[in-house]
């Protein structure tokens, strides 16, 4: 059985979910503090691949990174570097899908944060920055791990908008997703079969972690 869809898989995941953590926060952090009609229309404007089918954002993506598209076509003569039908192509469409996840659990999280907190630090001499780091970060942890743990879960399934810009090539932009789907149409069952049990196990995974994390929230909510 060959293991780099899963390979693959993980270092897409990984990849893609470390940027939506930072760029989650951020923008999470930056709209929680707007007005509540500018926050609404951000939001929708962030939250959109959450509802849209992966293929249309697929497409969405196409239009922008392919090589005879503005961006694509620009990186390709810049730099010799192609953004569609490699593996690293599957780490832009993750981001795109990814990414409402963890911008709405964070942007939750520093919702539900008491400022007073920051004001207090800021009255005892500390900055906004400080404040924020040592203070609002520590106090919403839970709700931005689980959101990131869920990005990472979304980032690991995705299927639609993948196939669509990094297309399936075994052992050079396989993933899990594209694997099964791939060894079904070639009626190859059993080894898809293989494929999609080690992705029911890694999201089980995911999902103990989720509860962990919850029941840790609780726990400590319960004591204060």
């Not at 009609?37 to 239009?63: E, H, N, R, S």
């Not at 503005?70 to 730099?79: H, I, M, Q, Y």
């Not at 995705?158 to 075994?170: D, H, R, S």
Request: contains cysteine; proline residues 4%; hydrophobic residues 55%.
């Amino acid at each position: 059985m060959d293991w780099y869809p899963l390979i693959n898989s993980l270092r897409i995941a990984a990849v893609a979910t470390v940027v939506v953590y930072f760029a989650g926060i951020g923008a999470a952090q930056l709209i929680a503090r707007l007005p509540r009609t500018v926050k609404a229309l951000l939001d929708v404007v962030l939250t959109l691949p959450l509802v849209l089918p992966p293929t249309v954002v697929g497409y969405l993506l196409l239009l922008v990174l392919g090589p005879r598209r503005p961006v694509g076509a620009w990186v390709l003569e810049t730099f010799g570097i192609k953004l569609t039908m490699t593996w690293y192509s599957a780490i832009f469409a993750c981001i795109i899908v990814a990414f409402p996840l963890m911008y709405r659990t964070a942007r939750g999280a520093f919702e539900a944060y008491d400022d007073t907190l920051t004001d207090a630090a800021q009255t005892l001499g500390k900055s906004r920055a400080w404040a924020f780091w040592h203070v609002q970060m520590p106090s919403c942890a839970q709700g931005i791990l689980a959101g990131a743990v869920l990005a990472f879960a979304r980032a690991l399934g995705e299927y639609g908008a993948t196939a669509m810009i990094a297309g399936y090539t075994p052992g050079q932009t396989a993933t899990v997703s594209t694997t099964v789907y791939q060894l079904w149409r070639t009626g190859d069952d059993m080894l898809a079969l293989k494929w999609v049990l080690v992705n029911m196990a890694i999201s089980a995974v995911v999902l103990l972690a989720m509860n962990w994390l919850e029941g840790r929230a609780r726990t400590q909510g319960g004591t204060k």
